[in-house]
Each structure stands twice: as structure tokens, then as C-alpha cells.
């Protein structure tokens, strides 16, 4: 009887797994169905390595010096990862407007499958454009300084952000009454990317802008990247510009406990 016991959780698991790889093949497969937006959602951020790095760049001035190039790339690396939460919504959304999502619910799959399966395959695409992402800096001369394995660091830091954002695209794609319902997201998501260290020291902006600016999880992986990579910074003596690794790690793992158990009781009572 223990034995039944014991191997239950283990056959639970694999049969999550198992499922879970399905349908994280299933949507690795519409890349291949769809290979031109596949590829304008890569190369999209390479469009604005080039706007914000050659075109507004030359305006910009670095704090304490260096080069505005090396400064934004960490931050565009960042950025990068948060509008991929617009891409997670809109495809979970797509898929419980069309009943796919009721389709996964009448089969007999893991309850948790669908959306770790989607959060796998969302994860292999956040990879994929951190990779070319990563190549089209090193082409315009930003480089890590501080060694491979604070860049690895830098690198992982990235991907748990991304992690945390499939979470939160999750649950607002299965909230959203549609794929018309991401407009909304768009128009939040954008302010929010934007109102971060990336582009700028919060210290130029007014006071109140500046401390939700500095505050911002996007703006924690910002700082913490720049010192891992050892890229030019704002510094700062606040609690978050020191602490800025700690906070890299802090925020993701908030967002992660809220909206991964959040998306998986949202799955279980769609159409109930």
C-alpha cells in the first residue's frame, strides 16, 4: 500500500510533464507555421537597439561618464523580457476565444499542463531573442566586463523576469474577454517599460517619477545586470540602488508566488 503511495506523486508528475511537453511543442510548432512573424517579433528589439542607441544616443549623457551604448543595452536586454508579457497574453487569450483552451479542458490532461507548457514555450522564445539580442550588442560595442560567469548571472537574472512576466500574461490572458483586450495591456505595458532606468537615471526626473521609476522590478534587473555586466550605471546610495542583485531576485519570486497559482485556479474554473 506505502508503494502505491509512494509512486502516485511520481506518476503525477510524469504525466504533467508529459502533457505539459505536448502542448510546449504545440506552440514551438506555430513558430514554424509562422515564420515571418516569428521573425519580426526577434528582430523587432534590434530595430530599437538601433533608434535609441544611434539615433536619440548622441543626446544622451551617461552618469559618470562612459558610453551610452554599453549604458542602454542592459536595460533593452530588460525591456525585452517585459514586452514579452504582451506576446503570453495574446496567445493564451487567442486560444480560450477560439475554445482551444475549453478543447485542452475536455481532455484528460494534467489540470496544471496548459499553462506550464505555455510558460515553457514562452521561455525557449524569451531565450532565443535574449541570444540575438545579446549578438546585436556585442556588434554595436557593448561587452560584459566583469568576466562570463557575473555575465551568466546577468543572463539568469534576465530569464527569471521573463519566468515571473509569463505568469502575469497567464492569468491577464485568461482574464481578457479576447485578443481585442490586450489594447489595454499595451497601453499599460509600454509606461511602465519606459518609466524604469532603462533609457535615463531616475535622479533626472521629478522626485515622485523618479522613485516609482527606481522602484520599478524592471528597473531592479536593469541595475543588477549593469553590475554584473560592469556597464556604466547611475549609482545612486538608495536602498534600491544598492540592493539592486537582491531586488533582482525579490521581485520575480513576489510575482511568481501571486500569479502562478493565480493562472492555474483561473484555468480550473474557465467555463465553470
Known sequence: MSTVTAAAPRARLRWALSDAYVITRRDVQHWANQPVAFAVGLLFPVLM???????FGGAMVVPGGGSY???????????????????????????????????????????????VGRSAADMLNAALGLAVMLGCGLLVGWEPHRGALRALAAV??????????????????????????IVTVQILVWPVGFLSSTFVDPSTMPGWL??????????????????????????GTSFAAEHAVELALAWPALLVAVFLPLSVARFRK???
Open 49 to 55: 537597439v538601433l533608434m535609441f542607441g544611434y539615433v
Open 69 to 115: 551604448r554599453e549604458f542602454l543595452l542592459p536595460g533593452l536586454f530588460a525591456l525585452t523580457m517585459a514586452f514579452g508579457l504582451e506576446v503570453t497574453m495574446i496567445s493564451v487569450a487567442t486560444d480560450a476565444a477560439r475554445g482551444v483552451t475549453d478543447r485542452f479542458r475536455s481532455l484528460p490532461m494534467h489540470p496544471a499542463a496548459v499553462v
Open 156 to 181: 539568469a537574472l534576465l530569464l527569471l523576469l521573463r519566468w515571473a512576466l509569463v505568469w502575469v500574461g497567464v492569468y491577464l490572458g485568461l482574464l481578457a474577454k479576447g485578443p481585442e483586450s
Open 210 to 235: 523618479g522613485a516609482l521609476a527606481e522602484w520599478n522590478p524592471l528597473s531592479a534587473t536593469v541595475a543588477a545586470c549593469r553590475e554584473l555586466f560592469g556597464n556604466p550605471g547611475f549609482g
Open 270 to 272: 474557465l467555463s465553470s
